[in-house]
């Protein structure tokens, strides 16, 4: 099977390229350039082009190939959508868009989110981009038959990535370090909204199963972990691994987002609201798919990636700040906490 990932090294698109070329899969991988931290398989084959700044180039590159798959993993807005439609036309049996499980109801009107579900989020312009996204892929499949599936992962973590709730996704260790000096970590609410952590690796298995399915032309997917637990549980576990006891201050949603304007669409859009998925709709598709990698277990092999190399530990003194902040408001009004 031939396949072209658009993008391909990041943390989600980084364990779906090992696995494709493990199966046996032809990999090409288009983008800006390599990424230190997320190599490519060997076997697979580099194309360094920007798909976005300078199309003609890719296009060149991609004159004469014709792939099984193409997944675009870059694509954010209805523009970007217009120009993969353009391209990939007539150059592949399957076009894969990355989309995002945030796209789905918020808040939510069911506890259970389905592939169903619907989709509209009024707190986060980037979900709202992936919606319209969505809407345009499945405009093409209906009128001219373009081959669209589409993928929203939820929040997907791997080795180099420790996802909490209140955490800066470009530095995890800022989190860690805290827990570890014994300063407050924020836990957004009560600490119960559930939520579900996927390791990259378990998300490539069903993934990946769906490169090449025919059966999948027309429809979304969400693949994730089935483990469910509380914000509280999640922030507890990671505390554990470290050797430690979190310090954990709870405080409202609504008041984190008035400090922090970055939280405005990440957590009132999407990690505030409790989140269980029904993956039975992957499974029916990829038998054999199924998530074996536990939080508890992810996040000690992500700690212990961050403590094999120093430097791989650098902090956000900017979230910092804003975080001690956000604390202190709390605190003058509730000096109880």
Known sequence: ?????IGGSGLISSASSELAVARGMELFVMNRGLSARYPLPAGAVHWQADVRQAPDAAARL??????DAVVDWVAYTAADIEQDIGLFRNMTRQFVFISSASAYQKPPGHYLISEDTPLANPFWDYSRNKIACEERLLAAYR????????VRPSLTYGPTQIPLCMGSWQHPWTALDRMRRGQKIIVPGDGTSLWVMTWNGDFAKGFVGLLGREQAIGHAFHITSDEVLTWDQLT????HALGVEPDIIHIPSDLIAAYWPHAHG???????????FD????KRFVPDFV????????VRRALAWFEADAARQTIDEEANQVWD???QAYLRAFPSS
């Open 1 to 5: 099977m031939k396949v072209l990932f």
């Open 62 to 67: 991609l004159q004469g190939h014709f792939f």
């Open 143 to 150: 009128q001219e038959g373009f081959p669209v599936t589409i």
């Open 236 to 239: 507890v576990q990671a505390g």
């Open 266 to 276: 990440s957590l009132l859009g999407d990690k505030a609201r409790s989140v269980v």
């Open 279 to 282: 993956n039975s709709k992957i």
């Open 291 to 298: 998530a074996t990698v536990p939080w508890q277990e992810g």
């Open 325 to 327: 902040t956000i604390i």
